[in-house]
C-alpha cells in the first residue's frame, strides 16, 4: 500500500508563494502519474496539476502560469512538489497529493492513492 504525506501548507497573504511537497512511501514516483488537487469547501475536487512518469506536466487553466509541480526521484528522494505563486483567496482550499497507475485522468475516481492534503489558506 502507498502512502502519500503531504507538507508545506498554511497561510499566505494574496500574492505570496508557498510549496507543497508530497512524500510517497514506495519509489512511485517517476513511474506513476502524480498530480495534485485542491477542494474547496462547497466545490468539487480539482485536479490543478500533473506530472506523468515520462515528465509531461499538465495544468488546470486557472493555475497555469502561476503553479509549477516538479518531482526529485532521485537516489532516496520520492517527492513531489506544486510550487505556487501569485495566490489569491480563490486558491484557498485543502490540496491533496495523489497518484495513479493508469493514464492521466482529471476523474478523481481514476487516482488509486491519496495524501490525507494540506490547508491552504491565502488571506490578508
Known amino acids: 500500500q502507498v502512502q502519500l504525506v503531504e507538507s508545506g501548507g498554511g497561510l499566505v497573504q494574496p500574492g505570496g508563494s508557498l510549496r507543497l511537497s508530497c512524500e510517497a512511501s514506495s519509489r512511485i514516483v517517476g513511474i506513476y502519474t502524480m498530480g495534485w488537487y485542491r477542494q474547496a469547501p462547497g466545490k468539487q475536487r480539482e485536479l490543478v496539476a500533473a506530472?506523468?512518469?515520462?515528465?509531461?506536466?499538465?495544468?488546470a487553466d486557472s493555475v497555469n502560469g502561476r503553479f509549477t509541480i516538479s518531482r526529485d526521484n532521485a537516489k532516496t528522494k520520492n517527492t513531489v512538489y506544486l510550487q505556487m505563486n501569485s495566490l489569491t483567496s480563490e486558491d484557498t482550499a485543502v490540496y491533496y497529493c495523489a497518484a495513479t497507475g493508469r493514464s492521466l485522468s482529471t476523474d478523481y475516481r481514476q487516482w488509486d492513492y491519496w495524501g490525507q492534503g494540506t490547508q491552504v489558506t491565502v488571506s490578508s
Open positions: 506530472i506523468t512518469g515520462g515528465g509531461s506536466t499538465n495544468y
